[in-house]
């Protein structure tokens, strides 16, 4: 198997390990999949807002908006207001989700953690730096896509 078939199948089974442990662990009360990128999102971005998410993802802030308030009254995430500026609005996970959203990555921590059984430290650092790398290159393409539609990202 090529490094490009081994990336495509681990984020294949990414994706098809969340979705079925969204749906029998009935995990996000209700949420689509697309909602359960949102809350990746936020988790992941420091300081979130809706300007922040919309830039990000090159959609419109009334898109992201409407997301957010769904999610929002699942009571699965929460806005709350800048400490130095009132008129911005940060966006979080609700505290009483943040277990719920942190399941979901169970399988991928567990899986990654059992590679220390079968690799030695010098190559996890390799590979480590291979999917940092695939990372760093992800980000360039988007920021070039974001700049070509605009200045958005």
């Known amino acids: 198997m090529d490094l490009i078939a081994c ?6 089974s990414m994706v098809t390990n969340e979705l079925q442990r969204m749906r029998s662990n009935g ?7 697309n909602g359960l990128l949102y809350m990746d999102l936020i988790r992941h971005m420091p300081d979130a807002t809706v300007s922040s998410i919309a ?16 999610l929002e009254s699942k009571g699965l995430v929460v806005r709350h207001k800048d400490e130095h500026d009132a008129r911005i ?20 921590r567990e899986a990654v953690q059992s ?11 390799i590979g480590c730096a ?7 290159a992800l980000d360039a393409q988007t920021t070039s896509l974001g700049q070509k539609q605009g200045g958005r990202v």
């Not at 609005?89 to 991928?108: C, E, N, Q, R, Y």
């Not at 291979?130 to 760093?136: D, N, P, Q, R």
């Open 89 to 108: 609005s940060h966006v979080g996970i609700a505290p009483d989700a943040i277990d719920d959203v942190s399941a979901i990555d169970t399988s991928i």
């Open 55 to 70: 830039q990000t993802l090159g959609v419109a802030k009334s898109s992201v908006s409407q997301r957010i308030s769904e």
């Open 130 to 136: 291979m999917l940092s790398s695939v990372a760093k």
């Open 27 to 33: 995990l996000y009360r209700g949420v689509s999949y």
């Open 115 to 125: 590679l220390s059984k079968e690799y030695n430290e010098k190559e996890i650092l």
């Open 7 to 12: 990336v495509e199948q681990v984020y294949f």
